[in-house]
């Protein structure tokens, strides 16, 4: 087994009672990989990360680490730490007993368990902090001691539920920073658990996409930015007109449509941003139901014979006037190409 497959999902199920939430997962994560598994609520993701802590019996399969077979392994027997989206820190215990915690449960003392702790906190940046209690420390330092907590115990893979999701925007902007900092420098494999995809793209180096236990796509974020394989996964990252095709042919809520240019042999569908659809010109009309200033763009939102199309474009053109009609393309040179369709 190579470090590309440091981690192995084979033929996972995981179920609740009679309700199988993950039916027969196949997944391989590489060592030092940063991977996010992104998608909506009772996708099941939260499930499968579960799983491989140790905290749900799968039903089948197995879990593989470092060529282990840890399947039945209890959780605290298993190399791998768990970083809660509530920090779970003990309120009566300062920030260097926080992280000196699960240290002492192993039997570590003395300078061994200070070198350590003192390691982990350098790692952090909160060596300064360490005799402050929870509660007089910023929701990202309290994620970090957390995170320092579970890096002293030297887990091979690192788990991470909803880590910045308790945090305001400017915080989960440092944090994002802060996390992928201690992966490449710590080298330790990590495995974080969210819904948002800006967080994903901005920190993965992989990303799985899950839909109703499945795996929609795999891939770089660039891949799933710029490559969606599916409508489901086009319309989570934000290609917000999104059709299948019948032969080579739009379908539509009122029938099909023909295109301008001939779509690709294989497509099963399209999607357009609504940064990719041309206003003013094309062979189609919409009339404005909803605009608004974004900043650098102007968002607008056309009722069609098509169904409702999303377009935008730059606010220091002059703005469309609401319930005017406007001509428009969706150019099927800017479209991403689905392979899969029927997901929504």
């Not at 957390?146 to 539920?161: C, G, Q, T």
């Not at 003013?280 to 102007?298: H, K, M, N, Q, V």
């Not at 009609?325 to 479209?335: C, E, G, N, S, Y």
Request: with cysteine; hydrophobic share 40%.
């Amino acid at each position: 087994m190579s470090d590309a497959r440091f981690l192995c999902l084979e033929k996972l199920t995981l179920s609740y009672g009679k309700n199988v939430a993950v039916p027969e997962m196949n997944l391989d994560i590489g060592k030092g990989e940063l991977v996010a598994l992104l998608g909506p609520s009772g996708c099941g993701k939260t499930t499968t990360m579960r799983a491989i802590a140790g905290l749900m019996e799968p039903s089948s399969g197995a879990i593989i680490l470092d060529r282990v077979d840890i399947t039945r392994t209890p959780a605290n027997k298993r190399p791998v730490g768990l970083v809660f989206q509530s920090y779970a820190l003990f309120p009566h215990l300062n920030v260097y007993e926080n992280v000196a915690f699960g240290l002492k449960l192993m039997g570590i003392r003395g300078k061994k368990l200070d070198d350590k702790v003192q390691e982990g906190l350098r790692t952090v940046g909160l060596s300064k902090f360490a005799t402050r209690k929870p509660a007089e420390l910023s929701g990202g330092q309290q994620q970090r001691v957390s995170l320092a907590r579970s890096m002293v115990m030297e887990p091979k893979v690192l788990l991470l539920d909803e880590p910045l999701s308790n945090l305001d925007a400017r915080l989960r902007l440092e944090m994002r920073t802060e996390l992928q900092r201690v992966q490449k420098e710590s080298g330790v494999t990590m495995i974080f658990v969210t819904h948002d995809q800006v967080e994903a793209l901005a920190m993965a180096d992989r990303i799985i996409v899950m839909l109703d236990g499945h795996i929609e796509q795999i891939g770089t974020p660039e891949d799933i930015y710029n490559r969606p394989v599916s409508d489901f996964v086009a319309d989570f990252v934000g290609f917000e007109n999104v059709f299948a095709l019948e032969g080579r042919k739009l379908k539509t809520p009122t029938g099909t449509v023909e295109l301008s240019d001939t779509p690709p042999r294989d497509a099963k569908g399209l999607a357009w941003r609504p940064s990719m659809v041309t206003l003013g010109d094309g062979p189609f009309e919409g009339t404005i139901r909803g605009t608004s200033f974004a900043g650098g763009t102007r968002e607008y939102l056309l009722d069609t014979p098509l169904g409702p199309i999303k377009a935008e474009c730059d606010a220091s053109l002059p703005a469309h006037e609401f319930g005017s009609v406007l001509k428009f393309d969706l150019p099927v040179t800017k479209a991403a190409s689905l392979s899969r369709v029927g997901s929504l």
